[in-house]
Every structure is written in structure tokens, then in C-alpha cells.
């Protein structure tokens, strides 16, 4: 069964500085590669997804992220925060249709003035 | 094109009584899923329904249990409910290949 590891339980960076948010997943083939991000007390928005092909995948609000595979990892990034982007931000992987969707355990990010 | 919607927003129960929360997938999507999201204890896979059956359901207790209806809507029913199943409720709907789209949410406290 796969699964879904998120370093970092909390990250505060400042307004404009750069973001990224650590993802690794344990699956034997090419798993489906997602980063979700909830806003206190809303359900879950898709920011990007992977499912093959350019390992570098942009998203939603200025987020990118970037499948290696040599490292089990889809980091997620954006240049410049904004204090918008305070929220709880979900890695998740899939497999086949409808099966075994994990999810991370998520990022709390705070944003400074 | 509307989202997935998820009724009611919020509810309050009495601890031993039963739970009935509701979920309208997109239209056009037959896959709804149905997750827990308890705090602390991050997101776990409930239930998911497919063209009216159910084809997969997580580690968690017979009385949680649901249906999906011919319009692919969807109900999760939580009987004799306990002071942990406070939490919130997500449900999201899918075409394929764990395309999800969520709801916003049941919040269901348990009193």
C-alpha cells in the first residue's frame, strides 16, 4: 500500500519570501501525485496535479511542484508567499481509479506581515 | 458548473443517536467518496461509491455505513454516535483517475 509522508508539520515564512513544502511517498509503480490546500474550515482545493509526463507541473495561485522520482518526492513551491496562502496544504497520491487514495498528514503554513 | 455540495453545514448530536449527512457529486461525476477529518488525526478514507455500489471503505466501524442513489448522490449514515466522531466531514466526487473534487464539508459535533 502506498503512503504519504509531509515533513513539516508547521512552516511560517514572511509575505514575498519563497515556499516549499515537502512531499514523499512510498508506492512501487508511478503513482498519480496531488497537492491539495484547505482554508480553516473548507473542504480541500486541488492545486496541482501529476499524472505523467513534464516532471515539473504548474498549478493554481502561482504553485508548482516537481515530481523526482530517484527521490520519491513532489515538492511544492512558489516563488513569493502571500498572506493568502496561510493554510493547511495536503500532499496526497493515488493509484488505479478509485483506489487507495492517501493523503499526507498536511503542512500548516503561516504567513508574516 | 456547480461544485460538489454537502448538506447540512454544520450538526449537532447527542452522543447515541444517529447522523445522516448528504453529498451531491458534480454533475456527470458517479464516483463520491466520503472521508473523516478529526482533529489531530488528519484525513481517512471512509467510503467510496461507484454507479451505486460501494467499492471500497476504510478502517472504520460498521456504523458507519452510506448509499449512493441513482442520481449518484450520496448519504453517510454514522449511527450510535460517540464523542469521536466529532469531526469534519468531507465528501468529494470524481469522473476518473482520482480527479477529486471536494465539498466544503459536515461538521458534526458530538455532544
Known amino acids: 500500500a502506498q503512503s504519504v509522508t509531509q515533513p513539516d508539520i508547521h512552516i511560517t515564512v514572511s509575505e514575498g519570501a519563497s515556499l516549499e513544502l515537502r512531499c514523499n511517498y512510498s508506492?512501487?509503480?508511478?503513482?498519480?501525485l496531488f497537492w491539495y490546500v484547505q482554508s480553516p474550515g473548507q473542504g480541500l482545493q486541488l492545486l496541482l496535479k501529476?499524472?505523467?509526463?513534464?516532471?515539473l507541473v504548474q498549478g493554481i495561485k502561482g504553485f508548482e511542484a516537481e515530481f523526482k522520482r530517484s527521490q520519491s518526492s513532489f515538492n511544492l513551491r512558489k516563488p513569493s508567499v502571500h498572506w493568502s496562502d496561510a493554510a493547511e496544504y495536503f500532499c496526497?497520491?493515488?493509484?488505479?481509479?478509485?483506489?487507495?487514495?492517501?493523503f499526507g498528514p498536511g503542512t500548516r503554513l503561516s504567513v508574516l506581515p | 458548473e456547480a461544485g460538489v455540495t454537502q448538506s447540512p453545514t454544520h450538526l449537532i448530536k447527542t452522543r447515541g443517536q444517529q447522523a445522516t449527512l448528504r453529498c451531491s457529486p458534480i454533475s456527470g461525476h458517479t464516483s463520491v467518496y466520503w472521508y473523516q477529518q478529526a482533529l489531530g488525526l488528519g484525513l481517512q478514507f471512509l467510503l467510496w461509491?461507484?454507479?451505486?455500489?460501494?467499492?471500497n471503505r476504510g478502517n472504520f466501524p460498521p456504523r458507519f455505513s452510506g448509499r449512493q442513489f441513482p442520481n449518484y448522490s450520496s448519504e453517510l449514515n454514522v449511527n450510535a454516535l460517540e464523542l469521536e466522531d466529532s469531526a469534519l466531514y468531507l465528501c468529494a466526487s470524481s469522473l476518473s483517475q482520482g480527479l477529486y473534487t471536494f465539498g466544503s464539508g459536515t461538521r458534526l459535533t458530538v455532544v
Open positions: 496526497a497520491v493515488g493509484t488505479t481509479y478509485g483506489q487507495n487514495f492517501v
Open positions: 461509491y461507484d454507479e451505486g455500489e460501494e467499492r
Open positions: 508506492y512501487g509503480a508511478t503513482p498519480y
Open positions: 501529476y499524472f505523467s509526463g513534464d516532471t
